[in-house]
T-cell receptor, first 110, second 116 residues
Framework: QKEVEQNSGPLSVPEGAIASLNCTYSDRGSQSFFWYRQYSGKSPELIMSIYSNGDKEDGRFTAQLNKASQYVSLLIRDSQPSDSATYLCAVGGGYNKLIFGAGTRLAVHP | GAVVSQHPSRVICKSGTSVKIECRSLDFQATTMFWYRQFPKKSLMLMAT?????????EQGVEKDKFLINHASLTLSTLTVTSAHPEDSSFYIC????????????FGPGTRLTVL
């Protein structure tokens, strides 16, 4: 059974701080990794994808991948109250499917 | 780019009726589309995977005769919840996968189904 694990949170950070979200996965053969943001009552929105070891930056977001440790993270710099949402980690599961974690709820307080 | 629409956004129906939900990729052709459901404060649950012109592949525990999926074209997939019951009330979300090389999926806005 392929699994993706995330801390459910809530992760509470002050406005302007760095939020660090973590995810581990069980399938060592996974090749694709994604972070989705989901606001309450809305559908997930893709914010980052990463396919190779190292860091990938896009604006205030940085995704980090370590395949040896089977670990992927998302850093959000200069966190804003509008970043408050649930962040879903997803890993390519083969057969075109994504395996989703349960999500980490982030709360950014002014 | 990579916009997925879903219709209707909200539906309320009586127990025993059937409800059809449409999912369209607006600016790309989707090699594969997916249907998920999500209960309040729970994670996404994949129901089925569909490829254009072929039968959908259902996840274990999902009744294929209850949740009918038709993938008529590279831009349209439909989910029909047949003989809906209150326990089918949920948030149904489709996603579409545009590429052959990578697994990224783009989600529609979702359909909130309430069965009375």
């Amino acid at each position: 059974q392929k699994e993706v694990e995330q801390n459910s949170g809530p992760l509470s950070v002050p406005e302007g701080a760095i939020a660090s979200l973590n995810c581990t996965y069980s399938d060592r053969g996974s090749q694709s990794f994604f972070w989705y943001r989901q606001y309450s009552g809305k559908s997930p929105e893709l914010i980052m994808s990463i396919y190779s070891n190292g860091d990938k930056e896009d604006g205030r977001f940085t995704a980090q991948l370590n395949k040896a440790s089977q670990y992927v993270s998302l850093l959000i710099r200069d966190s804003q109250p509008s970043d408050s949402a649930t962040y879903l980690c997803a890993v390519g599961g083969g057969y075109n499917k994504l395996i989703f974690g349960a999500g980490t709820r982030l709360a950014v307080h002014p | 780019g990579a916009v997925v629409s879903q219709h209707p956004s909200r539906v309320i129906c009586k127990s025993g009726t059937s409800v059809k939900i449409e999912c369209r990729s607006l600016d790309f052709q989707a090699t594969t589309m997916f249907w998920y459901r999500q209960f309040p404060k729970k994670s996404l649950m994949l129901m089925a995977t569909s490829n254009e012109g072929s039968k959908a592949t259902y996840e274990q525990g999902v009744e294929k005769d209850k949740f009918l999926i038709n993938h008529a074209s590279l831009t349209l997939s439909t989910l029909t919840v047949t003989s809906a019951h209150p326990e089918d009330s949920s948030f149904y979300i489709c996603s579409a996968r545009p590429g052959l090389a990578f697994d990224e999926q783009f989600f529609g806005p979702g359909t909130r189904l309430t069965v009375l």
